[in-house]
Every structure is written in structure tokens, then in C-alpha cells.
């Protein structure tokens, strides 16, 4: 089982990226979709999460407005479409899929992927 995580880069101030996460090795029907990020020096940290069987989704405060997550179950995919970033937004992001449905705890989470940095920068 694969989760590969995609579409990082460096962006400036108030720019855009969207992230992408590809499943492999099985597929993640009933499975919950989360984005993670890390910063240097800092604790990971969650970031979006969403259901599999309506879509709904939750954000962080900071993610909150700016970041919206979806995923196309037909290909097994996860992405995160990143708006308006700041330079706080930098950090490595991580894709992590749970069993147990949509969470905001790292601990919820059964595969992550290695992770695509992004850094927000002038």
C-alpha cells in the first residue's frame, strides 16, 4: 500500500498550489483522506480530512477559507487545493489515509504518504 504525494514547490506570498495524493496497492473505498504538515522545528500538524461516503470535510483554523480538500474515489485520489498561502504554510505536507473514516488525529491515520514540500517565499 502506497499513498504518493505530489505538487509541491515554492510559491510566493498570496500564490496558489494544489496537492495531489495518489493510492496505490488497494483501494481506499470507506477509507478517510487527511492532509498533514509539518514546518521545521515544529510538531506535524493536521490540516484537512475527508469522508469517503459524502465528502464532507473539515479544516484547521488556519486552513479554514483558504485550503479546500476533495477526492475522486474513481481514482483514488486525494488533493488539496491551496489558496492565498502564507509563508506560515510552509512546511512538508502529508497525505494519510485511516480505516476508520475522516480524523483529525495523526494516531487516526493507518498510511501516510512521504510527504511534498512546499514553501511559501518572496
Known amino acids: 500500500v502506497q499513498l504518493q504525494a505530489s505538487g509541491g514547490g515554492l510559491v510566493q506570498p498570496g500564490g496558489s498550489l494544489r496537492l495531489s495524493c495518489a493510492a496505490s496497492g488497494r483501494t481506499f473505498s470507506g477509507y478517510g483522506m487527511g492532509w498533514f504538515r509539518q514546518a521545521p522545528g515544529k510538531e506535524r500538524e493536521f490540516v484537512a480530512t475527508?469522508?469517503?461516503?459524502?465528502?464532507?470535510?473539515a479544516y484547521s483554523d488556519s486552513a479554514k477559507g483558504r485550503f479546500t480538500i476533495s477526492r475522486d474515489n474513481a481514482e483514488n485520489t486525494v488533493s488539496l487545493q491551496m489558496n492565498s498561502l502564507k509563508p506560515e504554510d510552509t512546511a512538508v505536507y502529508y497525505c494519510?489515509?485511516?480505516?476508520?473514516?475522516?480524523?483529525?488525529?495523526?494516531?487516526?491515520?493507518?498510511?501516510w504518504g512521504q510527504g511534498t514540500q512546499v514553501t511559501v517565499s518572496s
Open positions: 494519510a489515509a485511516s480505516r476508520r473514516g475522516s480524523g483529525y488525529s495523526e494516531a487516526w491515520y493507518d498510511y
Open positions: 475527508i469522508k469517503w461516503s459524502d465528502g464532507s470535510a
